[in-house]
């Protein structure tokens, strides 16, 4: 109750406070090519319930039809704008809707899409048990994920197999030692990434 409470309020006044920088940035993507301003995807939530994650859009219309994974800074499906808002975790500001309807939390295992959450094993289904976040122990230390499967000669094989377990890892991890106080340093900590990229 405590942290759906922490969660609640601190999205809640983020949207407020964050409001103009928001506003820009949907100027930004919608002056920057054509498409919607937010780009909307189906995630695995708790207790395996789907629901609809939102992000600035960072990539062309339709590109998510030629793979669901994003390879190193300069994929060319992605955006101007979206070179940056990626870089920052920008785009990952609207996320704090979702949160405040509540299928997520601002710490939390990062949700996945239903493609690779059918290939977990039942102890993996382990991270499902609470809500996804939009920052986690893997996004802060695992940062240059996207450049790592860019250097792979199969990079979906090396995101089932190397990057997902090593998620999971850490994401039963935090949930074993999971706190309020333990959430205000990942937050920390995904803020100092943020501004030294």
Do not use: H
Not at 48 to 59: A, I, P, Q
Not at 101 to 111: A, E, K, Q, W
Not at 122 to 149: F, H, K, W, Y
């Amino acid at each position: 109750m405590l942290k759906r409470t922490f969660d609640f309020l601190a999205s809640f006044f983020g949207l407020l406070l964050l409001s103009p920088l928001i506003l820009c940035i949907a100027v930004w993507v919608k002056c920057d090519s054509k498409g919607p301003i937010f780009y909307r995807q189906v995630r695995v939530g708790k207790d395996g319930r789907e629901f609809k994650l939102f992000k600035f859009r960072s990539m062309r219309v339709g590109a998510d039809r030629a793979g669901l994974l994003t390879l190193g800074d300069r994929d060319p499906r992605v955006t101007r704008s979206g070179f940056w808002l990626r870089k920052t975790k920008l785009d990952e500001l609207p996320q704090l809707f979702n949160v405040l309807v509540g299928d997520m939390s601002l710490v939390g295992p990062r949700p996945e899409v239903p493609k690779y959450v059918a290939l977990y094993t039942p102890e993996q289904r382990e991270v499902l048990s609470v809500r996804p976040g939009i920052t986690d122990t893997a996004s802060v230390e695992m940062r240059n994920e996207a450049e790592l499967m860019a250097q792979q000669a199969d990079p979906e094989g090396y995101y089932v197999n190397v990057q997902i377990p090593l998620k999971i890892k850490l994401a039963k991890e935090y949930i074993a030692q999971q706190s309020l106080l333990s959430d205000l340093k990942l937050i920390v900590r995904t803020i100092g990434v943020m501004f030294k990229r």
